[in-house]
């Protein structure tokens, strides 16, 4: 499976790039709207066709690929932080402390996510820019999707505590914050990492699945989600295959970042 | 001369010979409700699948044709409002049953109409007869004579009865009796009802035959949209009430005997800017909002044509006003929807110190014109149409915000906290008479939306406005109603307190083997005959 671990990092960094550059690839402006050609087919100026409103598609698809894959592993940045600090907190406290945190983290769970996140929306200020709205919205993912990691992490905490090696660091007079960043963090890595990895998918269908409900990212910026809105049309028989490129790029990004994984990171 | 008569005599012939052939279809009609009813209680209905059960099963005294959107008598033979307007006196018809063979008296007239206004029961239909403080005194002088007094002179009286379903005072079987074309005969919950023709129903065809042709009606209940189309499709229904415009270009294209565009609807998408004076937003952009000329720039600077045919695809019309040409009567026709024109738009801005400088709008104190917009989430033509009016201010350098929020949240911001600044939402309208408005338009009323619950009224024109309403609603020539709604309308036009946008369509789908089919705009806009609808023979027999 190595070629297809090559050919996913390839892919998302081809794919990376090209929203980096969006700037200077894309041949029109995301929102402007080309009035005269709504829902048009690709033609040279508009290589993927126009939306409803006459937006070029290509160039949205840009933009919404820049929204969403970039902002979608800082939010699993974030969560995994949160994670390894509540996960370590807890493994590292044991006794009635962890049992405290670990029970936080199961109520945290329990949440229902896609209300909290809409309560949670429906109190921000109405003025803010596309741009501001796009980046608290992946915040919230953020702050909200650390607590299934940080089980992972307080697990493997435990049995670092219990490990010999730690024993033997504990034995060689090694203590404190020199025990944790010495001889714990650097094994924790592997957990965190495919932690972090894992989080990034989840966190761009969490989106895209706010943008079909029409709460995701602020018009006119788009991301996956509001793109992908164009296929609710489809059941009516007016979907054709240009607008199918938003679902076939998700979907090769959700499956490439799980292909980056090795087998041992999986089974961390 | 003899031979065009005999040719005329013919034709009658084979269009009698038609109707007879399609009167024997009976059969079962299907279709689907989004929801299930929340009660048959007649009175109580206030939901859609309700007032669906209530039109098909209920008989009222008197109905509006929904194509002539005139009265025509039904229970009633003859009505007489008489006192000022606050005495309605019906002449009953003779020897009706209710679907349970129960007799049909002027009792039975007195004792829906005493349920209607028991403030205990909380009839949503009774409300509209609720005009002012006291009881509703009825009187019953013969088995088919009777008259109702209300305590105040209500507008346009006799047209709500279109809404009143006549119950049984004596039937066991309460509000179940009916005096409709069909009653319910089974009700799975959450799966589907069952309607059946009664065979106590006073009506009759020109042949003498009775009516309703159809023998039965299935009612599945089913929410999802996409689903009821396919089901149209493979025939499985045989009409979706009202369909997406998206809906209908595909039928267009595929089965176009299918489609019907009814014309305009009743119905308005409309903006507003938030005018209460305690709301939480800066005072500067209070300033801008309570600005006429600001509110007529906004207007002016929304390209409604292109709303219709790009957000709508075609299958809406510019709005000028609350009353849409479907409302034949009402309608003001000199009233033009404002025209797109971004240049008298900027004049009228600078009348009150607004000034483009790069492409940014600033106001007398240089504040940049922005705002945002709510609506309410998973609507795509709202959606599309705040995108659009986005890109349409950003033409005279005003920044619009577009939110987008769940409804509960949407609602507690405009009704509670008013925690928001221009709002986009639409009007569905069941009603052709501008009594039903009242609480809209006096600056008294709870959806006075701009700036609800005024003690005193804020403007010179909404006090205005709340004479000319209160002037039609006690005056009962509609000539003058009519003359005094017309006004109401104009300062509408003039003030825009509401930014009215597009009429959208009257759109529905309708399966070929349904006969007697002429959709119209006003709700229920396919079955609003349902008693006079037939199927083909074909799929008559194969649904027996």
Not at chain 2, 115 to 130: E, V
Not at chain 2, 411 to 425: G, P, Q, V
Request: aromatic share 10%; glycine share 6%; proline share 5%.
């Amino acid at each position: 499976m190595r070629w297809a671990r090559a050919v996913a990092i390839v892919f998302l960094v081809v794919l990376s790039g090209a929203c980096l550059l969006a700037d200077f690839l894309a041949p029109a402006s995301y929102a402007h709207q080309f009035r005269d050609e709504p829902s048009a087919a690709p033609s040279r100026q508009h290589l993927l066709g126009t939306d409803d409103l006459g937006r070029d598609r290509f160039s949205r698809v840009l933009y919404g690929t820049r929204v969403s894959l970039l902002l979608a592993p800082a939010a699993a940045l974030l969560a995994s932080l949160l994670a390894a600090f509540v996960g370590a907190s807890a493994g590292l406290a044991g006794g009635w402390v962890e049992r405290c945190i670990m029970a936080a983290t199961d109520l945290f769970l329990s949440l229902p996510w896609l209300f909290l996140l809409i309560t949670v929306r429906a109190l921000l200020p109405l003025n803010l820019s596309p741009i501001a709205s796009v980046m608290i919205t992946f915040a919230l993912l953020g702050c909200l999707g650390w607590a299934a990691a940080a089980r992972v992490i307080c697990a493997d905490m435990q049995t670092l505590c219990r490990s010999d090696f730690v024993l033997l660091a504990r034995a060689s007079g090694s203590s404190g914050f020199r025990l944790l960043w010495r001889h714990m963090v650097p094994n924790l890595k592997p957990v965190l990492y495919a932690q972090f990895w894992i989080s990034i998918p989840v966190f761009i269908l969490t989106e895209a699945n706010l943008g079909i409900l029409g709460l995701g990212v602020a018009e006119p910026l788009p991301s996956w989600g509001s793109l992908l809105r164009e296929l609710e049309s489809f059941s009516t028989g007016s979907g054709h295959a240009w607008q199918f490129v938003p679902l076939v790029l998700l979907i090769a990004v959700v499956s490439s970042f799980h292909l980056v994984l090795t087998k041992e990171e999986l089974t961390a | 001369m003899r031979r065009r008569l005999a040719c005329f005599l013919f034709l009658i012939f084979i269009a009698l010979n038609a109707t007879a052939v399609m009167a024997q279809s009976g059969g079962e009609l299907r279709f689907c409700l989004h929801s299930e009813p929340k009660t048959f209680n007649p009175l109580l209905m206030a939901d859609d699948a309700s007032e669906t059960i209530r039109y098909m099963t209920g008989g009222v005294l008197m109905r509006l044709n929904r194509l002539t959107q005139q009265l025509e008598p039904e229970l009633a033979t003859s009505w007489k409002i008489s006192n000022g307007g606050t005495t309605i006196s019906f002449k009953l018809r003779e020897g009706l049953v209710f679907s349970d063979g129960t007799p049909f008296t002027a009792e039975d007239v007195a004792y829906t109409v005493q349920q209607l206004m028991d403030p205990n029961l909380h009839s949503p239909t009774g409300d509209a007869f609720r005009s002012g403080e006291g009881k509703v005194q009825i009187a019953v002088s013969s088995k088919n004579r009777v008259s109702a007094t209300f305590p105040a002179p209500i507008a346009g009286l006799d047209k709500l009865f279109d809404q009143v379903a006549i119950m049984s005072a004596k039937s066991p079987q309460k509000e179940m009796a009916v005096l409709g074309p069909f009653y319910v005969a089974e009700n799975k919950a959450g799966s589907y009802l069952l309607l059946k023709h009664n065979p106590n129903y006073w009506k009759h065809d020109a042949r003498g035959r009775q009516l309703p042709y159809l023998d039965s009606v299935r009612l599945d209940i089913q929410q999802n949209r996409d689903l009821e189309m396919l089901r149209l499709k493979r025939g499985e229904i045989d009409f979706v009430n009202a369909i997406d415009a998206e809906y209908f270009d595909q039928l267009m294209s595929e089965k176009a005997s299918m489609a019907y565009d009814a014309g305009v609807s009743l119905d308005s998408e409309f903006m507003w800017f938030n005018q209460v004076p305690t709301s939480p937003i800066t005072a500067y952009k209070k300033t801008w909002f309570t600005s006429t000329n600001f509110r007529r720039a906004i207007s002016e600077a929304i390209n409604r044509q292109d709303l219709a045919r790009i957000a709508f695809r075609g299958h809406a019309r510019p709005a000028a006003g609350p009353i849409s040409p479907a409302n034949q009567f009402w309608f003001n026709a000199k009233l033009q929807a404002h025209p797109f024109d971004q240049k008298s738009a900027l004049e009228r801005l600078s009348q009150d110190g607004f000034r483009l400088q790069n492409g940014v709008l600033r106001d007398r104190d240089g504040h940049a014109v922005e705002f945002s917009i709510v609506t309410n989430s998973g609507n795509k033509y709202r959606e599309r149409m705040a995108t659009m009016m986005q890109q349409d201010l950003s033409g005279i350098g005003i920044k619009l915000n577009i939110v987008t929020l769940d409804f509960p949240s949407l609602i507690e911001r405009i009704t509670r906290t008013f925690d928001y600044e221009a709002c986009l939402l639409g009007l569905v309208n069941n009603d052709l008479d501008p009594d039903s408005q009242m609480n809209v338009w006096l600056s008294s009323g709870d959806s006075h939306q701009w700036n609800p619950n005024q003690k005193t009224p804020a403007t010179a024109w909404e006090a205005e406005i709340d004479k000319l309403m209160r002037a039609q609603a006690s005056n009962l020539d509609s000539r003058k109603r009519k003359e005094y709604f017309d006004k109401v309308q104009e300062i509408a036009w003039q003030q825009e307190p509401f930014i009215y946008l597009v009429s959208k369509d009257a759109l529905a789908a309708v399966s070929p083997a349904l006969k007697n089919v002429h959709p119209v705009v006003l709700r229920p806009q396919v079955y609003w005959n349902i008693d006079q609808m037939s199927l083909s023979s074909e799929v008559a027999k194969n649904r027996q």
